[in-house]
């Protein structure tokens, strides 16, 4: 199991992000295939001090993968599948807003290196505004090789992770603003 915990602010208020990675031994608790059993679990959860509208916070993750040691890596916005086709940055969006990601692949036989960069993001100058700048982030990702999946650390992403992606938002959500990470 891999675990970190990442304060953060947000519209003057304080919060922490506590972050657990760990393999997945029962898929059936989950709502997975069997298959899924030995892949990662990612869960995030936030306690924020502030309620209401200025409480309202969302996760944005983007996933990068590699089929060959040799690949370069390019990210994609990875948003739930029940919001695909939607006009929404957000898998995860609301007060104290849990993300959950259980990846698998069923053809453990081939090469893939799979990295995630979870965001969690505010709209900094009213909590209803389509503007979107991210208050902290954090890595995890999983190898598979001949066959074993590996299961990698979870990792504190900085501000200029967050600015690395802004074009790949930007092309996948145009009607929303993505703000650049000064600080966190």
Not at 90 to 108: C, E, H, I, K, W
Not at 144 to 159: K, N, R, S, W, Y
Request: contains cysteine; aromatic residues 14%.
């Amino acid at each position: 199991m891999h675990q970190l915990t990442i304060p953060f602010a947000a519209r003057s208020g304080a919060g922490l992000v506590e972050v657990t990675i760990e393999r997945n031994e029962d898929p059936s608790r989950y709502g997975q295939v069997d298959g899924a059993a030995g892949f990662p679990i990612c869960t995030a959860t936030v306690d924020f001090e502030l309620d209401g509208y200025n409480g309202l916070l969302g996760w944005v993750q983007t996933i990068g993968t590699k089929t060959s040691p040799d690949d370069d890596r390019r990210f994609e916005v990875d948003p739930l599948q029940v919001f695909e086709g939607l006009d929404l940055p957000y898998a995860f969006y609301g007060l104290n807003p849990v993300m959950f990601d259980a990846p698998y692949r069923s053809d453990r036989s081939v090469y893939l290196d799979w990295l995630a960069h979870a965001f969690l993001c505010v709209s900094p100058r009213h909590p209803m505004n389509k503007e979107v700048e991210a208050v902290v982030g954090f890595s995890w990702g999983f190898q598979m090789v001949e066959g074993e999946v590996l299961i990698g650390p979870v990792h504190l992403l900085q501000p200029d992770d967050w600015s690395g992606h802004l074009d790949t938002f930007s092309e996948a959500f145009p009607s929303w603003a993505f703000i650049a990470g000064h600080h966190w």
